[in-house]
């Protein structure tokens, strides 16, 4: 009913799609359209966005639900492992497996309620590895601050 779009909306998503698509593509729109509010909610955990009274989610679309209709908004992600300076300086891993006998930064899946298995390909082979001695984060940032601090071995997205 108006020239401008006017009024609030809500949105669910995480740290790292906040920080790398959905932020970077918002703030210009905000600045064109000051009669709009958002209201940002960021965790990791699935939410029921209707009962929760979302206008939107943001997730990684292999995680989305039944019943709702995904629109991408960004480019595909991987994950990569990555290691601190200390660990890199030590005898590390060889291989996927070997990660069971290191400290790892892991992240807790609030919906599953359990810790991230770390994916790898080989040979065009998935295998998942439930990392050794882990500690957890649930936000990406926190994740590489430590990582880069010499507390452990983190999985960190990468987009391609």
Not at 11 to 27: C, E, F, M, N, Y
Not at 53 to 67: I, K, M, W
């Amino acid at each position: 009913m108006r020239d401008k779009p006017a009024g609030t909306v809500r949105i669910t998503l995480s740290d790292h799609a906040l920080q790398t698509t959905v932020w970077p593509k918002l703030r210009p729109v905000l600045r064109d359209y000051p009669d709009l509010r958002v209201e940002l909610y960021t965790d990791n955990g699935m939410r029921n966005i209707v009962e929760e009274r979302f206008d939107a989610g943001v997730r990684l679309g292999e995680s989305n639900r039944q019943g709702h209709d995904p629109v991408r908004i960004g480019p595909d992600w991987r994950l990569v492992a990555v290691a601190s300076r200390t660990i890199r300086a030590s005898p590390g891993p060889e291989n996927a497996q070997d990660l069971v006998g290191h400290s790892c930064i892991n992240m807790r899946q609030t919906a599953a309620g359990g810790l991230y298995a770390w994916e790898f390909e080989k040979k065009r082979r998935e295998l998942r590895v439930r990392v050794g001695r882990p500690d957890h984060l649930q936000l990406v940032r926190p994740m590489i601050d430590a990582a880069i601090s010499g507390y452990g071995m983190p999985t960190s997205r990468k987009t391609s």
